[in-house]
């Protein structure tokens, strides 16, 4: 099976909080991250956290991560039409530069 | 300060033809890696690699496909008698460091279709 899994779509209301959710199986993951495509675009990279962190904020973003359940979720705060993209969760080892492991993506659909 | 490009932003080739994909990283990046996107899936490895050195290739294909990063100019991924199952978006990322806590900024993808 794929060693990160997200569920593939979430539709929001604008103003409401999103959560996306993502597992992985990899305990020796070092970094996880979240990135963001929009239609026709590459990557933008939102926010990573390092394995022994369990919360990380940035403005609107929330990072949780549970180590012991191998469950990662990014909240977005106030979520906005411009909010709308595919969110990617990604995984990185330590012996693995470059090479991240990605979700299949979460679709989030903002609706006003 | 440009991004990475990659070129061209969409190519068609038919089954049997050459697909070349151009990035060219960041300035001042050394560090390329390239992923596929299939329809409706994340991305997936492929290779990584630095001037004049791939440094791990074990995500891309056995056959017909190839990667370099000469000492100049763009960073090649090349495909040889392209098949259907070839359609993808092939994104280019690059990185200043081989660090993956260093930010990796990713182009705006090739998408191939054969046809």
């Known amino acids: 099976g794929e060693d990160v899994e997200q569920s593939l779509f979430l539709s929001v209301r604008e103003g409401d909080s999103s959560v996306i959710n993502c597992t992985y199986t990899?305990?020796?993951?070092?970094?996880l991250y979240w990135y963001k495509q929009e239609p026709g675009a590459g990557l933008q990279l939102l926010t990573y956290i390092f394995s022994n962190m369990d919360m990380k904020q940035d403005q609107r973003l929330t990072v949780l991560l549970n180590k012991k359940d191998k469950h990662l979720s990014l909240r977005i705060a106030d979520t906005q039409t411009g909010d709308s993209a595919i969110y990617f969760c990604a995984e990185s080892k330590p012996d693995s530069w470059g090479k991240l492991q990605f979700g299949a993506g979460t679709q989030v659909v903002v609706t006003p | 300060n440009a991004g990475v490009m990659q070129n061209p932003r969409h190519l068609v080739r038919r089954r049997g033809q050459e697909a070349r994909l151009r990035c060219s990283p960041m300035k001042g990046h050394s560090h390329v890696y390239w992923y596929r996107q299939l329809p409706e899936e994340g991305l997936k490895f492929m290779v990584y690699?630095?001037?004049?050195?791939?440094?791990?290739e074990s995500g891309m294909p056995k056959e017909r496909f190839s990667a370099e990063f000469p000492k100049e100019g763009p960073s090649i991924l090349r495909i040889q008698q392209v098949v259907r199952g070839d359609s993808a978006a092939y994104f280019c990322?690059?990185?200043?460091?081989?660090?993956?806590?260093?930010?990796?900024?990713f182009g705006q993808g090739t998408r191939l279709t054969v046809v």
């Open positions: 690699l630095q001037k004049e050195n791939i440094i791990d």
């Open positions: 990322a690059s990185s200043s460091e081989g660090r993956v806590d260093t930010e990796a900024f």
């Open positions: 990899d305990s020796s993951s070092t970094y």
